[in-house]
């Protein structure tokens, strides 16, 4: 597959395989992504009969944890928060583990349990993190939950829960190696942080674009609006 790339202000977007990508950066602080779990899941749920788009497909590289651990022995001791399947063993070198308190609207699961896996793990690695000392289980940051109503990929996290995990982690340049549809990459912009994202499927890449263009947009329309951006 060809490689692109495209520079929106603060933001740089890569179109290809990260492995690849990765020894050619330089300059990254921190790492914040959701990289494939391993599980080679594959949504089969519908609403009322109505299924995503996405439904039935697989994640590239999903198939196992090859890519997510390469990123890991990438990143070395910078500060990583990296999302993960409790069904799949944790990451080399992991420090603590969040839990992101989904809310009632996610998880079906297994149908014949009485609960439902409304939560995700956060693998917390490297060094260099700041903030107040915060509880591990992070409520209120739930996202949006059907496609129709705005979500655009099968595994999207809010920008709320990405500028939250942002602000934990220090320096300037923030690489997400597995970007999706840019949920990371938005919240860098609305962080005023420098972003770099990957994501191997052009369907996605061309929604992270889309969205980080409106995001941009949106961010500098003050400044156009009191005539000070110049």
């Not at 609403?47 to 990438?74: P, Q, Y």
């Amino acid at each position: 597959m060809s490689e692109s790339r495209v520079e929106i202000g603060p933001v740089t977007l890569y179109c290809g395989d990260c492995l690849k990508i990765i020894p050619t950066l330089s300059g990254i602080d921190a790492i914040v992504t959701d990289p494939p779990y391993g599980i080679n899941f594959a949504t089969n749920h519908s609403v009322d009969g109505v299924r995503a788009s996405w439904f039935g497909k697989t994640i590239h590289g999903d198939e196992n944890l090859a890519a997510r651990d390469a990123i890991v022995r990438w990143a070395g001791d910078r500060p990583t928060l990296m999302f993960g399947s409790w069904k799949m063993p944790k990451p080399e070198g992991t420090r603590a583990v969040l839990i992101w308190d989904k809310g009632p609207q996610f998880g079906m699961g297994d149908l014949s349990l009485p609960w439902k896996p409304s939560w995700e793990e956060i693998y917390v690695i490297g060094k260099g993190f700041a903030g107040k000392r915060d509880e591990g289980v992070i409520k209120g940051r739930s996202g949006v939950s059907w496609e129709s109503k705005g979500r655009c990929h099968p595994n999207e996290k809010p920008v709320e829960l990405m500028k939250y995990l942002l602000r934990k982690t220090l320096g300037e340049i923030v690489l997400d190696p597995f970007m999706g549809s840019g949920s990371t990459l938005e919240a860098c912009l609305r962080t005023g942080r420098k972003g770099v994202g990957i994501e191997k499927d052009p369907h996605y890449f061309a929604i992270a674009c889309e969205r980080i263009r409106k995001a941009w947009a949106e961010e500098n329309a003050p400044l156009y609006a009191t005539g000070e951006a110049g």
